[in-house]
């Protein structure tokens, strides 16, 4: 909101309309009055029912988007993708990320019980990178093969991006951007109360990182290293040996030496050895969970 200057003596202070894509608090408050009370009983609503727990580590979030529209707006950029970008014909490279994308899908099933998997390969060798998207989409580019060996690596790096999505940072991100331009959390229930969709436009989109083109999914450090850890297990649990995980960043530090990274990046990522230290100081547990999913295999090479 642009400061409307000091007020004069015997003249209210005007509020200039808001330029933000949601209206604050004040805005509602001032053309609505009788939504105020809606706002705050919104408000407890959104936040009691809002409120989960991330599978795996058992952190408490709150969500304030609907779940079925961030689904079905995943859904919808998912098929963009596919559209804009050209899909595999490599059919080893479609074959390992449908073999090992379907052992994880069984292991993560309770915490997205309603996904429809879908595993695509993206044509784009220039690119290093995955991502996983609520409803059960899932999109590998081509040039992560250049680092990853075998199932067990790719079913880290799988693991690691789906679990982005069943702890639903996704959804975290929105909210947080609801609560920004809506001015507070009381103003996120007034837009609520409206029945404005606050998630009309890119904002699905952009809360994927997505909205540039082929992007790098940007979660924050800790983030990051939640799906680290939340990956590592369901990997683990799907037969998967967890040690592989390990490599994997030591490929991707190999990979990235001597290349310049982005400040933004630099300051939302953890770094590779911090990634790695955390990795196996989960490690024991990985390892007893792989144990006990009673299918531990020879990896199998990835060409």
């Known amino acids: 909101m642009q400061p409307a200057g000091r007020p004069t003596p015997g003249r209210h202070l005007r509020i200039a309309p808001s330029p933000l894509p949601f209206p604050t608090f004040a805005d ?25 727990k991330v599978p795996v580590t058992g952190r408490k979030a709150v969500n304030l988007v609907n779940e079925k529209q961030v689904t079905q707006m995943s859904i919808a950029e998912f098929d963009k993708m596919k559209a ?28 997205m019980p309603d996904a429809e998997w879908e595993f695509v390969v993206f044509d784009v060798p220039q690119q290093i990178n995955a991502f996983a998207m609520a409803g059960g989409k899932v999109g590998v580019f081509s040039g992560l093969f250049k680092i990853i060996k075998n199932d067990d690596q790719l079913a880290s790096v799988i693991a690691h991006e789906i ?9 975290e991100r929105l909210s947080q951007q609801m609560l920004v331009e809506t001015g507070s959390l009381a103003g996120t229930a007034a837009v609520i109360g409206t029945g404005v969709n606050p998630l009309a436009g890119s904002a699905v989109l952009g809360a994927y990182d997505l ?23 369901y990997m ?7 040690e592989e995980a390990v490599r994997v960043i030591e490929q991707l530090e190999a990979e990235s030496a001597g290349k310049p990274l982005p400040p933004a990046w630099l300051s939302t990522h953890p770094t590779n050895p911090e990634r790695m230290l955390r990795l196996l100081d989960a490690m024991p547990k990985a390892l007893e969970a792989y144990r006990d999913s009673g299918r531990k295999v020879e990896p199998v090479l990835v060409r």
């Open 28 to 52: 509602i408050a001032m053309k609505r009055p009788n939504l105020v009370s809606l706002a705050f009983a919104s408000l407890l609503a959104a936040v009691v029912s809002g409120c989960y």
């Open 84 to 111: 804009r970008y050209p899909v595999s014909r490599n059919r080893d490279q479609v074959a390992a990320l449908n073999r090992v994308g379907e052992r994880i899908s069984k292991v993560v099933f309770w915490d």
């Open 163 to 171: 679990a982005h999505v069943t702890a639903k940072h996704v959804h």
């Open 211 to 233: 909205s540039t083109g082929v992007g790098v999914l940007a979660y924050d450090r800790q983030k990051e290293l939640e799906a680290d850890y939340i990956g590592l297990i």
């Open 236 to 242: 683990a649990r799907a037969g998967y040996n967890p």
